[in-house]
């Protein structure tokens, strides 16, 4: 169940052909494109994260926790959580199951879904059945997010501070299925299509510039020798698996 909490962090995401004549609908994405872009324009950006989970018939009684960090710079990208990294630099994607001390290693595809912290997907967000709305408290701003029936997502909402306009907090209402693994599919379906659960996501220690862009060089996990390649220092021990045939 915890390998898919990190969709919760995924859905960052802003449609540039969402504005409509709703006031609330179009300050609340001019709110949300703003963070987006801090995001996406980061330069050496890091910050931890954590997520929580929750039955919604039991919200506050977590089942479930994940504590990870992410490190950004420009559209490259980096994270850990729990037993897996993830790399991402423009020319490679390396992800590193230390459980199974293994590194899987392909290029960018257009075809993949990168697990970025930010990413747009306007597929989703491109629908007139979405509503949005916008709440000012404090020093901080909730944009709130809210899904036409029968979506994977009943409603998202982003806590956003005032002042940084980086995301504090991430509370995801999703559909309990889609927090399972295909090969225990099984138990989902024993639930029922309206069973919903809540994916906390929570934001901190946000920094800039505490790593050098060296950082998401990828020969941090792997060398090529001829036509092998071999797993570096401290990973000798991993076995690498390619996953692109143009290696």
């Known amino acids: 169940m915890m390998n898919k909490l990190i969709i919760s962090i995924v859905f960052l995401m802003a449609s540039a052909s969402s504005f409509c004549q709703d006031d609330q609908r179009g300050q609340a994405l001019q709110e949300l494109r703003k963070t987006i872009s801090l995001y996406q324009q980061a330069t050496l950006m890091s910050f931890d994260v954590k997520y929580r989970y929750a039955s919604g018939k039991n919200p506050l009684t ?21 037993e897996t990294e993830m790399l991402f630099n423009g020319e490679y994607v390396v992800a590193v199951y230390k ?31 979405i509503s949005y709305a ?3 408290t404090g020093k901080t701003k909730e944009i709130i997010v809210d899904f036409p029936t029968g979506e994977r997502y009943k409603q998202i909402r982003y806590l956003i501070d005032k002042r940084s306009g980086l995301i504090n907090k991430m509370t995801q209402l999703v559909k309990s299925s ?49 036509s092998d390649y071999i797993a570096a220092s401290p990973y000798r021990s991993y076995k690498v698996f390619l996953g692109s045939s143009n290696l």
Do not use: C, H
């Open 62 to 82: 977590y089942m479930d926790s994940l504590s990870g960090s992410f490190r950004l710079d420009g559209s490259k990208f980096w994270y850990s959580l729990d």
């Open 134 to 136: 916008i709440n000012y």
């Open 178 to 226: 889609e927090l399972y693994d295909p090969e225990i599919a099984v138990q989902t379906a024993q639930e029922s299509e309206a069973a919903y659960s809540i994916v906390e996501t929570i934001f901190s220690n946000y920094a800039n510039k505490r790593f050098d862009a060296g950082f998401f060089r990828a020969d941090r996990y792997f060398i090529k020798e001829g």
């Open 99 to 129: 459980d199974d001390r293994i590194i899987y290693l392909s290029r960018p595809s257009q075809d993949m879904v990168f697990q970025r912290p930010v990413a747009l997907i306007d597929s989703l967000l491109d629908n007139p059945a």
